[in-house]
């Protein structure tokens, strides 16, 4: 199979796509467009009260962002009527029964439908469980159910991530969860008693007459002690895990290709390098030496960073759905660096710091801002001992002379308080990422890459090999300009 072959697969298909507004969203949208105009249509389903609110919502997060820039050059003074043949939005959400669309709106999808690229999440690792669940889980469960109503479907792609594997180390593989399956030993999953326990705690929240507040943080809560209870670090990737465990029990003969990214960059080469929308774990550490706001960051210089351009995401999406077409099995592909071509958070620090020595950052008033090396700290037990010593007494310190004073510093020390636990709270979210041991076994992905020949022409280019990425010119060049862009 080659490029052009993986071209040709598109034409004259309908495509359902979900999460067309998200960032991996957007590439895939403009890729499929830019490289198949002979495309049939594309359906995004996007959260909107009514079809002329999703059109005006497509219109204002997809085709109006420079992402499209090539296209629009492309096409020209057509562009707008060549979106308008191409482009379906729906007003739906697939944490309803059939997205909650109406009876002719379905009974055309599921007439027209060959592919359905399921993209929609909610990726807050912190995030009410409620909500999580609604997305990550019955999502995937209404997508399956979704698909197997459509007559001429070939392919269901599934976006996941890799750190479903929680905080696993060594070599983790390319398979698929069975249902019911943890990552703590001693312990099964029942997926319908975490709905049920979902429903009764919000009854109890409404019998009791919780503010919004109270109800929002339980939910948050609730979702973290599940998820370290049955060995996830995170409502995010445990809710990730679930959903692919549903999927997997409920597709029955349906093709399935699920893509694991790991951690999702700036675009490495087409349409427009550099180009991200959104801060990942990383590019924290960027901004903050950028600003100089940023002290420290909890990281071992020697772990591995798995990060993967989005546009190479894409082209893999892209290459697996021709692949898998009517091939009635479940395939899982590690779209992951570790492996092939591995790069370690020195590599980061040390293009990072060249990078703002040769374009010395500004501040407000345009003046060069004195750069100071940040301190990283390799254990949570260090950065939390830094943390008393630095922080935590001194606020202790203002808490007593706030009880002498008889109450003049409690706002002060309120705030404070507040942001010291905040900072703990996101040490514990981040460490399973900037601490990760893992490294994701991709053999899958290579064997996918050795039986697509590329042809790198420029237009039709589906290259998602890490090992030809230099990840120090990435890094300078592409990644931390696109990251600063991002943010001006």
Not at 273 to 291: F, L, N
Not at 384 to 409: D, Q, S, T, W
């Amino acid at each position: 199979m080659d490029a052009d072959s993986v071209v040709r697969y598109f034409r004259g298909k309908n495509i359902l796509i979900t999460g067309s507004t998200g960032f991996l969203g957007k590439v895939l949208v403009e890729k499929i467009l830019r490289v198949q105009p002979a495309v049939k249509k594309l359906f995004l389903l996007v959260r909107a009260t009514d079809d002329g609110s999703a059109k005006r919502r497509i219109q204002t997060v997809v085709t109006g962002r420079e992402i499209l820039k090539v296209l629009k050059e492309k096409h020209g003074n057509k562009f707008e009527r060549f979106i308008e043949n191409k482009l379906c939005p729906l007003a739906g959400d697939i944490m309803y029964e059939n997205f909650g669309l109406h009876n002719v709106q379905l009974k055309e999808l599921t007439d027209d439908v060959d592919i359905i690229v399921n993209g929609a999440a909610t990726t807050n690792f912190y995030e009410r469980y409620d909500v999580a669940f609604d997305t990550n889980v019955l999502g995937a469960k209404h997508v399956c159910a979704f698909a197997k109503k459509c007559a001429k479907l070939k392919v269901l792609l599934h976006v996941s991530t890799a750190y479903v594997a929680g905080e696993q180390e060594g070599l983790i593989p390319e398979k698929p969860f069975v249902m019911g399956e943890t990552l703590r030993e001693g312990t099964h999953l029942y997926i319908g008693s975490e709905l049920n326990l979902i429903k009764y705690t919000l009854i109890e929240l409404n019998t009791n007459s919780s503010s919004e507040k109270a109800e929002r943080r339980t939910m948050k809560e609730l979702g973290l002690k599940r998820a370290k209870q049955f060995g996830w670090p995170n409502t995010y990737v445990f809710t990730k895990a679930m959903g692919e465990m549903i999927l997997g029990h409920l597709r029955g003969d349906l093709p399935v290709v699920i893509v694991r990214p790991s951690i999702i960059t700036s675009l490495l080469k087409e349409p427009l390098p550099g180009w991200m929308e959104g801060i990942r774990t990383i590019d924290s550490v960027i901004i903050g030496y950028a600003k100089q706001a940023l002290k420290f960051f909890l990281v071992d210089p020697n772990t591995i960073m798995d990060v993967i351009p989005g546009d190479m995401v894409v082209n893999a999406m892209m290459v697996a759905m021709a692949a898998h077409s009517e091939e009635q099995a479940q395939t899982i592909y590690h779209v992951t660096s570790s492996l092939r071509n591995p790069a370690s958070y020195t590599i980061l620090q040390e293009t990072g710091h060249h990078y703002f020595v040769d374009n010395l950052p500004r501040g407000k008033n345009g003046e060069p801002i004195r750069l100071s090396k940040m301190r990283f700290f390799s254990t949570v037990a260090w950065l939390r001992a830094y943390m008393v010593i630095k922080y935590k007494l001194p606020l202790e310190m203002l808490h007593l002379v706030n009880i002498v004073l008889c109450g003049v510093f409690s706002r002060l020390y309120d705030e404070l308080s507040r942001k010291y636990i905040l900072a703990v709270k996101l040490i514990e979210l981040y460490a399973p990422y900037t601490l990760f041991k893992g490294c994701f076994d991709n053999m899958n992905l290579e064997r996918l890459r050795m039986a697509t020949e590329q042809n790198n022409d420029g237009e039709h280019y589906f290259d998602f090999d890490p090992k030809t990425i230099d990840w120090d010119d990435y890094f300078y060049r592409v990644h931390i300009p696109g990251v600063l862009k991002s943010l001006a």
